[in-house]
């Protein structure tokens, strides 16, 4: 039951897919990374940002390990809630910075996003999201490996 | 009296046996059994959509009983503030969703926009009292992060639909 949640959860993802030309219909974003962080994302991945075990990853976790490699950045900048979201670039860059930055995770030595970084990588939204997950998780040094790369 | 009960009895056997097939039976247990399965999965119908009430946007409301409740402005479902909850808070027995869609309400009592969280709650069955349906800003399915038909009770352990609650989460600022 667990495993078919989790599948319905990707294949509404997968949905928004289909999406992008009603991006502009909807309500102007706002200038203040935080607040786009609430109305665009925090519905899924939760106000704190640690998202539902099991269900949605947590950013808490993930950002700080993926942001310091480029296969981990092109990763952020392709999954289905960033590729497809309704934000525009240069607002997904400001709202990823501002999550790494307010992050309770130390995350030393990091470069930020520019607008550009996001437009290049969201032309090609992740099909195989869990497999690409679970490489990167691989690449990084054992004692940074965290236990959920099999859980999304 | 006993060899017309067994002829009675044969004859019957007879003609079931004559009409069906074993086959027959298992394709229709296993339709039954497939039917049973998805039947979960289909989309929530909140209370029967054409019985909903819908706002009279007559005068601005201050109870959260209404559906007309100024924070009520994209919630479908049944009011949780009729359900032994509050418009923000689940019934006893119920959990609220973890995953959720995030809108904005206008407050005419200070004119401002407010971030409102539209949660349901789950674990039970459905409430089946005040059944509020509005859909300001409210997109359709293939914009599943501001869909209010959603089922939100999916990443639930049990994704039983209750009633839905609007959570205020701060002004919406520029």
């Known amino acids: ?152 | 009296m006993q060899q017309r009960l067994d002829r009675l009895l044969e004859r019957a056997s007879r003609h079931v046996a004559q009409r069906t097939s074993r086959r027959g039976f298992l394709g229709l247990f296993g339709a039954a059994l497939t039917g049973a399965t998805l039947l979960p999965l289909l989309p929530v119908s909140r209370g029967g959509q054409a019985m909903a009430a819908e706002p009279t946007g007559a005068n601005a409301v201050d109870d959260p009983a209404s559906c007309d409740y100024w924070k009520y402005c994209a919630i479908d479902g049944f009011l949780c503030a009729c359900c032994g909850g509050t418009s923000s808070s689940c019934p006893p027995g119920t959990t609220p969703s973890p995953i959720t869609w995030i809108g904005t309400c206008h407050n005419p009592a200070d004119g401002r926009d407010y971030m409102v969280s539209y949660n349901d709650c789950c674990g039970k069955t459905s409430c089946g009292a005040c059944s509020c349906n509005r859909n300001e800003g409210e997109k359709p399915m293939y914009r599943l992060s501001l869909n209010n038909d959603a089922n939100w009770c999916m990443a639930n352990d049990n994704p039983n639909y209750h009633c839905s609650v609007s959570v205020l989460l701060g002004v919406a600022g520029q």
């Open chain 1, 1 to 152: 039951m667990q495993r078919l949640t989790t599948s319905t959860l990707w294949l509404a993802l997968g949905l928004l897919l289909v999406s992008r030309v009603a991006a502009s219909l909807e309500r102007p974003e706002s200038t203040q990374p935080a607040q786009n962080y609430v109305l665009f994302c925090a519905g899924c991945h939760g106000l704190n940002a640690k998202g539902v075990p099991h269900k949605v990853p947590a950013l808490t976790k993930t950002l700080p390990l993926f942001v310091s490699s480029e296969e981990g950045r092109d990763f952020l900048l392709r999954v289905p809630g960033v590729a497809n979201s309704a934000l525009s670039d240069q607002g997904l860059a400001a709202v990823l910075n501002w999550l790494i930055a307010t992050l309770d995770t130390p995350t030393p030595g990091w470069t930020a996003f520019v607008a550009e970084d996001v437009h290049r990588a969201r032309q090609t939204p992740l099909m195989s999201v869990t497999q690409s997950r679970r490489q990167i998780i691989s690449h990084l040094p054992l004692s940074k490996q965290i236990g959920d790369a099999n859980n999304y």
